[in-house]
Every structure is written in structure tokens, then in C-alpha cells.
């Protein structure tokens, strides 16, 4: 993000007092978005790297309660919550911290919606881990419909998305 952006980022704030005071916070910003938006930086493949080969794993890996926070692509406004993330490999098992890390630093860290954030950490799943199936639960408060529109700060949003053996699983809570 270049001085010019940020200018213009400001520039609907008329009062000349208050933007004088925000010309302090341009460096900041510009840290802030670089870390926030770090996402489109990695790959699943970047993250997924660390696996094993296995024979005759039947079972099923579900790691649950992932925190996240993202911003949405509509609103440029936050939202965050958790995902679970339930695979059924086939001949490659990844470290459990790995997929924390490709819900975390991968999709979270990007301008989101997030039925498709569900969606893409499924398809990674399948894809780099040649899984049999996954799903993909989040879980989400968006601060577009706490802090405007609506205004209800206790409405939440839950997606799912399944492929491969999990396509059509149904998660009861």
C-alpha cells in the first residue's frame, strides 16, 4: 500500500484536525495490512509440505476449534471465528499444526467471503493431501452485520462444505 492509497483511504474524513492525527497511523497501517493480507503470500502447498506416507489408514483426522480472523471482501470489514477441518486421508497424513496453519495463515490472511473460505480449505485438503474426502465447518461473527446493517452482535454464520467420501456428510453437534 503507497502513501497515495492511504491518502485516499483518508481522504473522506473532511475535518482537517482529524486527519492530521491519522498521518501518524499510515505506517501502521501499511505493517497492519501487510500482516492481515500475508495469506496471499503462501500456497497450500507452502503449508501442507511436512507429510507422511501411511498404509492402510482407515480412520479419520478431525482437528477442531481453529481460531481465525479474516476480512471480508465485501465490507473491508473483520470477520473471525473458528474451523473444523474433518479429513479422511488416504496414503498421506500432514502434521495437525499444518492444518491449523492452512486455515489460519493461508485463508484467513486474505480479503474473504467465507463460503468460500470454507470451500477452498476442503479443496486444498483433497487436493494436496490426495485425501479420500474432507468437510469443512466454520463458524463466524462478521462485524459488517454487528456494526452496521442490521446491527446483531449475536448472529453468527456457520458454512459447510464436503467432497470425496465426506461429500455428503451432515456435522451434528
Request: aromatic letters at 12%; glycine letters at 4%; proline letters at 2%.
Given at each position: 500500500m503507497n502513501d497515495d492509497n492511504l491518502k485516499q483511504l483518508f481522504s473522506f474524513i473532511e475535518n482537517e484536525t482529524v486527519r492530521k492525527k491519522l498521518e501518524g497511523s499510515?505506517?501502521?497501517?501499511?505493517?497492519?495490512?501487510?500482516?492481515?493480507f500475508s495469506g496471499?503470500?503462501?500456497?497450500?502447498?507452502?503449508?501442507?509440505?511436512?507429510v507422511v506416507h501411511v498404509e492402510n489408514y482407515n480412520g479419520l483426522v478431525k482437528m477442531e476449534n481453529i481460531?481465525?480472523?479474516?476480512?471480508?471482501?465485501h465490507h473491508f470489514a473483520p470477520f473471525f471465528g473458528s474451523v473444523d477441518?474433518?479429513?479422511?486421508?488416504d496414503k498421506i497424513i500432514t502434521g495437525l499444526g499444518k492444518l491449523v496453519r492452512l486455515a489460519k495463515d493461508v485463508h484467513g490472511r486474505r480479503l474473504q467471503i467465507q463460503e468460500l473460505m470454507t470451500r477452498d480449505i476442503c479443496?486444498?485438503?483433497m487436493r494436496v493431501l490426495k485425501a479420500k474426502g474432507c468437510f469443512v465447518r466454520s463458524t463466524?461473527?462478521?462485524?459488517?452485520?454487528?456494526s452496521r446493517g442490521p446491527n446483531d452482535?449475536?448472529?453468527q454464520t456457520v458454512c459447510t462444505f464436503?467432497?470425496?467420501?465426506?461429500?455428503?456428510y451432515i456435522w451434528k453437534t
Open positions: 499510515e505506517d501502521r497501517i501499511r505493517r497492519s495490512f501487510n500482516e492481515l496471499y503470500a503462501l500456497t497450500a502447498e507452502d503449508i501442507l509440505n511436512d481460531q481465525f480472523y479474516s476480512m471480508c471482501e477441518i474433518f479429513y479422511q486421508p479443496l486444498d485438503v463466524a461473527k462478521h462485524l459488517c452485520i454487528c452482535d449475536l448472529a464436503g467432497d470425496g467420501s465426506l461429500k455428503d
